[in-house]
Nanobody, 123 residues
Framework: QLKESGGETVQAGGSLRLSCAAS???????MAWFRQVLGQEREGIAV???????RYASTVKGRFTISQDNAKNTLYLQINTLKPEDTARYYC????????????????????WGQGTQVTVSS
């Protein structure tokens, strides 16, 4: 079970840290963050594998940081210098993919999902 939190309305240029609390040990999974704008496909942002290796979509590299606290079974997404186009619902996801196959993928690549948390960036 995955539960996201931390979404809110912020001004452009600000920062946010999203959290995803998991009911199982994170280090067993390929963990990911996605986002979805209403009417568009869910977009992969970042992943962290069971080996701790992080990968990012080219569209967000530099402003987004994925991290995890294994002791708290919590995944994080730090977003800096927020832009209006970052407005979306953000989801965390997990899959039992091996570390070598843990890449930023598509919706169908992940078997476990949270309900999402809304981020709105005002200009």
């Amino acid at each position: 079970q995955l539960k996201e939190s931390g979404g809110e309305t912020v001004q452009a240029g600000g920062s946010l840290r999203l959290s995803c609390a998991a009911s199982d040990t994170l280090s067993k999974y390929c963990m990911a963050w996605f986002r979805q704008v209403l009417g568009q496909e869910r977009e992969g942002i970042a992943v962290v594998g069971s080996d701790g290796v992080r990968r990012y979509a080219s569209t967000v590299k530099g402003r987004f940081t994925i991290s995890q606290d294994n002791a708290k079974n919590t995944l994080y997404l730090q977003i800096n210098t927020l832009k209006p186009e970052d407005t979306a619902r953000y989801y965390c996801a997990a899959d039992e993919t091996t570390a070598d196959d843990c890449y930023v993928g598509t919706y169908g690549d992940f078997g476990y999902w949270g309900q999402g948390t809304q981020v709105t960036v005002s200009s």
